[in-house]
């Protein structure tokens, strides 16, 4: 079993960025055999994917609409993934998610997922 925080969503400014954290923990749960993304939720929207990273590895991936402004990496003595972003477009507002599975996926088919954390961009 996975727990997963998330944090550091808030309201920025276009042109502005922001710094997510992905506290990951579990007793006996073995992180170095999975693959750590981020998703987000606008209003009326289907959940989309928008980075993952490997946990043992560090190797990534990115959606074509944050490739650039992004960037995913991990900590593993924290065991916390982070999401900074740069360059906010008021199309980045959503509820970023944290995951966690067994393969890297741009689909939804993660195992454990975090509360989710509001990031709004304003025009």
């Known amino acids: 079993q996975a727990q997963l925080v998330e944090s550091g969503g808030g309201l920025v400014q276009a042109g502005g960025s922001l710094r997510l954290s992905c506290a990951a923990s579990?007793?006996?749960?073995?992180?170095?055999?999975?693959?750590m993304a981020w998703f987000r939720q606008a209003p009326g929207k289907e959940r989309e994917f928008v980075a993952s990273?490997?946990?043992?590895?560090?190797?990534?991936g990115y959606a074509d609409s944050v490739k650039g402004r992004f960037t995913i990496s991990r900590d593993k003595a924290k065991n916390t993934v982070y999401l900074q972003m740069d360059s906010l477009k008021s199309d980045d507002t959503a509820v970023y998610y944290c995951a966690t599975g067994p393969r890297p996926t741009m689909t939804t088919a993660y195992d454990y997922w975090g509360q989710g954390t509001q990031v709004t961009v304003s025009s």
């Open positions: 579990g007793r006996t749960f073995t992180f170095s055999n999975y693959f």
């Open positions: 990273i490997s946990w043992s590895g560090g190797s990534t």
